[in-house]
Nanobody, 126 residues
């Protein structure tokens, strides 16, 4: 069982930056896929970025491509989501998740994740 704890959310003005962190309770295998999701009020939860723990593959949703960067620190068992040029439409609860089977095609569609964090609120004011 892997526990995930997010941090780093908050209130920021449009154009600003935030970095979210997702700390895993134990060392995950290199084939794990880690994903960042977001859910705005009244909308479905969507995957915005994913990374294979080995670092070999990354994925970004079109809506965040060029603005968000996903990365991981193996020594700290932590995945990050650097969010730049934030827009009001980025406002949502952001959650990280882990897919222990490493099914990349499913993971980038937002499917197959086994472990979830509790979420952290990101609010971007205009």
């Amino acid at each position: 069982q892997v526990q995930l704890v997010e941090s780093g959310g908050g209130l920021v003005q449009a154009g600003g930056s935030l970095r979210l962190s997702c700390a895993a309770s134990l060392r995950t295998s290199s084939w794990y896929v880690m994903g960042w999701f977001r859910q705005a009020p009244g909308k479905e939860r969507d995957v915005v970025a994913a990374i294979r723990w080995s670092g070999a593959s990354t994925y970004y949703a079109d809506s965040v491509k060029g603005r968000f960067t996903i990365s991981r620190d193996n020594a700290k068992n932590t995945v990050y989501l650097q969010m730049n040029s934030l827009k009001p439409e980025d406002t949502a609860v952001y959650s990280c998740a882990a897919d222990r089977d490493g099914n990349w095609p499913a993971a980038i569609r937002g499917n197959g994740y086994d472990y979830w964090g509790q979420g952290t609120q990101v609010t971007v004011s205009s």
